[in-house]
């Protein structure tokens, strides 16, 4: 308010927690007698009412209202024309797409129109509208409409992911139930398994009620963030026990008394867990907007995917540097040691085994840098990437010759009691 008690010497800004207006004060209280006063408002809810479909355009767009709606009015001023055009900055409160049209816009009778209002500055965190009046306005994006979803990929990919879960769950069982020779550590791919199950479940669930949690921002936000730690744990996981396997080559021993490997395993699950969590909570920090996408997964906006993408590669570049080293150590003590055959032979199997998971889990991840406009490539990142618990449990049970004598002496139980009743 500018009167005969209060001067300004600068025209004010007016704030709200989403938004902020410049207007000359000054210059309308000189055509008022000295006096005059601005309301400032803004309406969080408003949306709802003043929907963005009310904004009338000729094309075919998906509109999507991108500020809160605010309203500026001069109150008990009798010359209400304006000497300045009103700048408004508004903050975005939903993600910005750079393909994107933005509008400034304001609320005439029934309608969004843009009459006598324009863009001055656009970044991905907030606009900056110009207005020749004062009204109610808003920010309004305009987007292409994404193409129809096809009905058999998400088939593809609803059985696919399916088949997977059972097939990681299949693997659990077994590495927990089944007797395995002595010295073998499945404390790694138990967890890989868990971590990995959690989340392709989590993501099944997110994807088959993606319209109830998608308007949540704050849940799709936490879906996200949960994704990221669950996936991310399960490379952290995938790099330890490319380590184990190191320790186990360079030693050719995996004698240890109990107590110890419980402290061992005890230590691992720390690590496995606790890496995956700083990662995600380093992100929050730094980002806290980074996470929900119209997929409720990671914002491309900013290289925030890189929080991700990033930690994945530097894992998959050490698990290659760490299987160089235990092929070169392999050798040297082929050479030199003279142990026992089936020792040996044993250490060779799980180095393969070892690598052709890290190829199998990291891979998909690189080819879904390429997936953009192919539908080819689309299909098979989602079969290979589905597919991992069952690559887990043909590798590591199906072709392990103990597992498959276990697998026979317990049907060959169930046939018998069958037989009996």
């Known amino acids: 308010m500018v009167g005969p008690q209060v001067t300004l010497d600068k025209i004010p800004q007016l704030d709200t927690k989403n938004s902020s207006v410049d207007i000359d004060l000054i210059g309308i209280a000189k055509n008022n007698i000295g006096s005059a006063a601005v309301a400032f408002m803004s309406f969080n809810t408003m949306e709802n009412l003043l929907k963005p479909d009310f904004f009338n355009t000729s094309n075919n767009m998906t509109k999507t209202m991108m500020s809160t709606v605010i309203s500026a009015t001069l109150p008990k001023t009798t010359n209400t024309k304006l000497t300045k055009p009103v700048n408004f900055t508004f903050r975005h409160i939903r993600e910005f797409d750079p393909s994107g049209s933005l509008s400034c816009v304001y609320w005439n ?20 509208c110009s207005c020749v009046h004062l009204s109610t306005f808003a920010l309004i994006m305009q987007t292409s409409r994404p193409p129809e979803s096809d009905p058999l990929l998400e088939l593809l990919n609803l059985v696919c992911v399916i088949v997977g879960l059972v097939f990681f769950t299949l693997a659990l069982l077994t590495f927990a139930l089944c007797q395995w020779s002595p010295g073998v550590n499945n404390v790694a791919r138990i967890n890989i398994c868990i ?40 490379f952290v996981w995938m790099f330890i026990e490319a380590v184990l396997l190191f320790i186990c080559v360079k030693n050719l021993s995996q004698i240890s008394s109990k107590k110890r490997e419980v402290l061992r395993n005890g230590f691992l699950c720390v690590i496995g867990y606790v890496v995956s969590l700083v990662v995600v909570c380093v992100s929050v920090g730094l980002v806290p907007e980074g996470y929900g996408n119209e997929h409720c997964w990671i914002k491309l906006e900013k290289g925030f995917i890189w929080s991700f993408l990033g930690p994945v590669c530097v894992i998959l570049a050490l698990n290659i540097i760490i299987f160089v080293k235990i092929i070169i150590t392999l050798n040297s003590t082929l050479k030199n040691l003279n142990a026992e055959i089936s020792q040996m032979k044993q250490t060779n199997i799980m180095v393969f085994k070892t690598l052709a998971q890290c190829v199998v889990l990291g891979c998909p991840w690189i080819l879904g840098f390429f997936t953009n406009g192919s539908k080819v490539l689309e299909i098979l990142f989602l079969i290979l990437n589905s597919q ?28 018998c009691e069958h037989k009996k009743h």
Do not use: M
Request: hydrophobic share 50%; glycine share 6%.
């Open 109 to 128: 009778i029934s309608e969004w129109i843009v009459d006598g209002c324009s863009v001055l500055k656009i970044n991905s965190s907030y606009t900056v």
């Open 195 to 234: 971590s990995l199950l959690l989340a392709h479940l989590l993501f099944l669930l997110t994807q088959r009620f993606l319209s109830l949690i998608q308007p949540q921002q704050v849940l799709c936000g936490v879906i996200a963030g949960l994704l990221h730690f669950l996936f991310l744990s399960g």
């Open 388 to 415: 991992q618990g069952t690559f887990i449990f043909l590798i590591y049970c199906v072709l392990n010759h103990e597992v498959r004598q276990q697998y026979r002496k317990f049907f060959r139980c169930l046939y």
